[in-house]
C-alpha cells in the first residue's frame, strides 16, 4: 500500500512556475513508476508526465518542454517543475503510483489545484 500527499498548488500569473511536490509513504518507493496526472474542469483526467525506476521520463506533447519531472528516493518524494505555465494548464494536479514492476497507476493522491489567470 502507498499513501501519496501533494502540495505546492496555488495562483499563478500566464508564463509564471510552480513546484508541485508529492510525499509517498510505503515501501518499495524505488521500484515504482511515478506519475502526475491532472484533471480541468469538465474534462477528463489526463496523464502528464512520468518516471520510472530507473529514472527515464516521459512527458504528454502539451507540457513538454516546459514541465519536468524529477523524484529523490531517499526522501521518497516526486516533483513536477512547471515553467511558462498556460491558462489551459489550470487543473487539478495529481501524484500516482504503480505496483512494484508494474505499469499502471493504482494509488492515487488527494490532488492540488493548480489555477493560471491573470
Known amino acids: 500500500q502507498v499513501h501519496l500527499a501533494e502540495s505546492g498548488g496555488g495562483l499563478v500569473q500566464p508564463g509564471g512556475s510552480l513546484r508541485l511536490s508529492c510525499a509517498a509513504s510505503g515501501s518499495g518507493f524505488s521500484i515504482r513508476i511515478m506519475y502526475w496526472y491532472r484533471q480541468a474542469p469538465g474534462k477528463q483526467r489526463e496523464w502528464v508526465a512520468r518516471i520510472n525506476a530507473g529514472g527515464g521520463t516521459d512527458y504528454a506533447d502539451s507540457v513538454k518542454g516546459r514541465f519536468t519531472i524529477s523524484r529523490d528516493i531517499p526522501s521518497n518524494m516526486v516533483y513536477l517543475q512547471m515553467n511558462s505555465l498556460k491558462p489551459e494548464d489550470t487543473a487539478v494536479y495529481y501524484c500516482?503510483?504503480?505496483?512494484?514492476?508494474?505499469?499502471?497507476?493504482?494509488?492515487w493522491g488527494q490532488g492540488t489545484q493548480v489555477t493560471v489567470s491573470s
Open positions: 500516482a503510483a504503480t505496483r512494484p514492476y508494474s505499469a499502471n497507476a493504482e494509488f
